[in-house]
């Protein structure tokens, strides 16, 4: 029996590291967003020659640009939300995650994402997509995070990191959650 082709999912930091596409044999994805990362005016001439790269790798059809679908966006947000890695991720790592599991999804295809971004592989973890990173170790067991209070210890939804405590005026921070039961 023949096996599924593979689909790589490509992060700003994978194309950053110089890589050279045409030299990968399986079919690489990202989104506009990522794209737009690249050409970032703070890096235009530092990732000039990633760019033409990048770009002849769109022209060879090498490299496919596409966005998700909204669907699977909300789904990210929700899921991020529910691991505690809603805060940690840019709009553009929630479209890439996104793209990843829509690609998952609606292909007959392996999905892999490649990210040296401990929190997107913490939530391609907890979907059960492939992950993996390059020149790093990447993540060794899923984390499910919640936010709190340090002082008060009060509990506080994903989104609130960073805010303040309505109870006592402190500055919410993450932390792993504990299975303990109290």
Known sequence: MK???SI???DTNIFLTGIDINLIEFEIYTTLSIIEEIKDYRYTEKNRNILNKVNAAIE???LTVINPESKFIEKIREISKKTGDFKYLSDADKELIALAL???EKSNQNVKMYSNDY????VCSELNIPFSSLYKDGIESKINWEVYCPYCKSIHEAEDLNKTCEMCG????????SNIIY
């Open 170 to 177: 402190s500055t919410l921070k993450r932390r792993p959650k």
């Open 60 to 62: 060879t059809k090498k």
């Open 102 to 104: 829509e690609l998952k």
């Open 3 to 5: 096996e599924k082709a």
């Open 8 to 10: 790589y999912i490509f």
């Open 119 to 122: 929190s997107i592989e913490n």
